[in-house]
């Protein structure tokens, strides 16, 4: 397990991560967040991902803002499974270059058989992309305190 990061505010711990739980975790969900920048505006897309060997693997639409803004970009990528009542939960950051694969390559045909992989929207997601993790950070969040609480 991690270290403890900072207690207080309120009756809850924070504790870090290290790369082998942040690995485990987001091998286990299947929504995530794609954070970009477009024209120096931050933006945040949910997507439906799939992690394998060590790269997470998403699907979208060739020429939408999401695919412009991804393409060859260094992304964040965030999962999560939070629990506002009691005050607990887990957040993972991989930052990465996201990069398209070439559609239709024999490549991406295999790989995209073994992918358990749906969009979230409807529609042609015709494109698929991928982000090797260059860097990895992760946190638990432990409520300390008496039972359940709500936020303030």
């Known amino acids: 397990m991690g270290t403890l990061l900072e207690e207080e505010c309120g009756g809850t711990a924070f504790e870090t991560l290290d790369d082998d739980e942040c690995v485990a975790l987001i091998g286990d969900r299947v929504i995530g967040r794609v954070a970009v920048t477009i024209g120096a505006i931050p933006a945040v897309f949910p997507v439906s991902f799939t992690f394998l060997d060590g790269a997470i693997y998403f699907r979208t639409a060739e020429g939408t803002q999401l695919a412009r803004a991804v393409c060859r970009s260094v992304v964040a990528f965030e999962v999560d499974d939070l629990d506002a009542v009691h005050h607990q939960g887990w957040s993972v950051l991989a930052v990465g ?24 929207a409807s529609g042609e997601k015709d494109q698929w992309m991928r982000i090797w993790p260059e860097f990895l950070s992760g946190r638990r969040i432990t409520g300390t305190g008496p039972g359940p609480t709500s936020w303030p």
């Open 97 to 120: 270059v996201a990069r398209p694969l070439e559609p239709g390559a024999p490549a991406v045909e295999a790989l995209a058989s073994r992918l358990p992989l749906r969009a979230l």
